[in-house]
């Protein structure tokens, strides 16, 4: 079992920056993929990022490239996502998701592929 739970959240001006964070419970966190999703009202869950078991590989969503920065700290089993000049439209709950069935396997941009979910964290971009 792998717990998961998101921090960083708030409220931030279009233009701002954001930080968010993810702890994960348990030994294994090394052994896994892990990845941000977000989801606005009545919008379906859409991909944000996603990094590799050591942090070598990273996916982002083409809408936040070179706007966001997915990194991991492995040792601290946090994953973290810095988001820069945020617009209104990114609005949403920003969930992190861990992929622990199989590491070996490329990262996805896909929520069923992600066997673990945190609870969410709100980030509201006023214009």
């Known amino acids: 079992q792998v717990q998961l739970v998101e921090s960083g959240g708030g409220l931030v001006q279009a233009g701002g920056s954001l930080r968010l964070s993810c702890a994960a419970s348990?030994?294994?966190?090394?052994?896994?993929?892990m990845g941000w999703f977000r989801q606005a009202p009545g919008k379906a869950r859409e991909f944000v990022a996603a990094?590799?078991?050591?942090?070598?590989?990273?996916y982002y969503a083409d809408p936040v490239k070179r706007r966001f920065t997915i990194s991991r700290t492995n040792p601290e089993n946090t994953v973290n996502l810095q988001m820069n000049s945020l617009k209104p439209e990114e609005t949403a709950v920003y969930y992190c998701?861990?992929?622990?069935?199989?590491?070996?396997?490329?990262?996805?941009?896909?929520?069923?592929?992600?066997?673990?979910w945190g609870q969410g964290t709100q980030v509201t971009v006023s214009s």
């Open positions: 348990g030994n294994s966190f090394s052994s896994y993929a």
């Open positions: 998701a861990a992929d622990t069935i199989n590491a070996t396997r490329p990262l996805s941009n896909r929520p069923y592929q992600y066997d673990y």
């Open positions: 990094i590799n078991w050591s942090g070598g590989t990273i």
